[in-house]
């Protein structure tokens, strides 16, 4: 919840301001655009981690030129196009293939071979996928240890943009060249220029390598359980969370792993605080791989 900070809306000196003012941002203000936003769009970002989302509407107020806050609850209230850019300001959708190749060895050399020893078939869901970067590397992944076929994934987001984009494949090409990096680094089996085509600058994803992939449109503050996973990456989503949030998504994933399944989430991440510690092993410190031990 907010506490009572104060916060910023930046140096005040951007065209349409006119002053070196700095606009004093009240908590109460930051409560106001979230209760726009719930009353307008029905997303519920009261417990955001405040200090990601006092940076964010900063940056808002300095991007669109807005003087106040009020003026950007009139734009999310009376501008549909606006939400929609406003949206992945608030929800940060950085992503990269294989990020954490380190990660992604451990998912391959361990967390599926163990998988494997008990199902012939499983499944795999992608909570926060952002523009599917997570899931082409999964399903490269798959293909490499020749199992794709095997596996049913579910790549979710709360932004439907940004899970357009996951479902197209496309990415400037420029990108490539991190992500061809952490697939050196991961150690895979081909290069990754053998999954994409380029065409007018852009890289554009082998489709079949998602073939039997489902994109969901899915809030994990507001939505329900909707089925059981073996595995479930939710990786570098909840750090924009604040504990109780946390807390409160964490039982969902918990509740959609079978018994023994498997959570990854960020490395900057833990689940150390959670309530529901008890419930997990720690399968891997580094890699932040939890393993469901209790219903
Ligand atoms: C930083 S990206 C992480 C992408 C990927 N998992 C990774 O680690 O590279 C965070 C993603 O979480 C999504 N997200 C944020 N809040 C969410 C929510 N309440 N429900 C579902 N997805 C959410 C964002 O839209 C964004 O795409």
């Known amino acids: 919840m907010f506490d009572s900070q104060k916060v910023y809306s930046g140096s005040g000196n951007s065209p349409g301001h006119g ?6 941002v009240e908590i109460a203000d930051l409560r106001k655009i979230t209760q726009a936003v719930k009353n307008c769009y029905g997303y519920d970002f009261t417990e955001y981690a405040m200090s990601s989302f006092k940076r964010r509407i900063q940056r808002i107020l300095e991007l669109y030129k807005l003087p106040t806050v009020d003026h950007l609850i009139k734009k999310i209230e009376t501008e549909k196009a606006f939400f929609e850019e406003f949206l992945p300001e608030i929800t940060v959708n950085v992503t990269e293939m294989f990020r954490d190749p380190s990660f992604w060895r451990e998912v391959r050399d361990h967390i599926i071979p163990n998988i494997l020893l008990n199902h012939e078939t499983f499944s795999i869901w992608h909570a926060g ?4 970067e997570e899931v082409f590397s999964m ?3 798959l293909k490499e240890m020749g199992i794709l076929d095997k596996v049913n994934i579910i790549a979710s987001d709360i932004d439907k943009p940004i899970l357009s984009k996951a479902e197209k494949g496309e990415y400037i090409i420029k990108n490539m060249e991190l992500n061809e990096k952490n697939y050196i680094r991961f150690q895979g089996t081909s290069t990754l220029k053998n999954y994409y085509e380029e065409k007018n600058g852009k890289a554009v994803m082998d489709q079949s390598l998602i073939k039997k992939v489902s994109f969901r449109n899915y809030d994990l503050v507001r939505g329900g359980v909707f089925n059981k996973f073996d595995l ?3 990786r570098n ?19 959609s792993l079978f018994k023994y399944g498997y959570l ?7 689940l150390i605080w959670c309530e529901i510690a008890n419930k997990f092993i720690v399968v891997n410190n580094e890699e932040k791989i939890y393993k ?3 219903e």
């Open 129 to 132: 996928c952002s523009s599917g």
């Open 19 to 24: 002053s070196d003012k700095i606009q004093e």
């Open 264 to 270: 990854a989430i960020g490395s900057k991440e833990s």
């Open 292 to 294: 469901k031990i209790k």
């Open 139 to 141: 399903a490269i992944l």
């Open 237 to 255: 989503v909840m750090i924009y969370f604040n504990q109780n949030l946390q807390n409160s998504v964490l039982k969902k994933l918990h509740e």
């Open 232 to 234: 479930i990456l939710c």
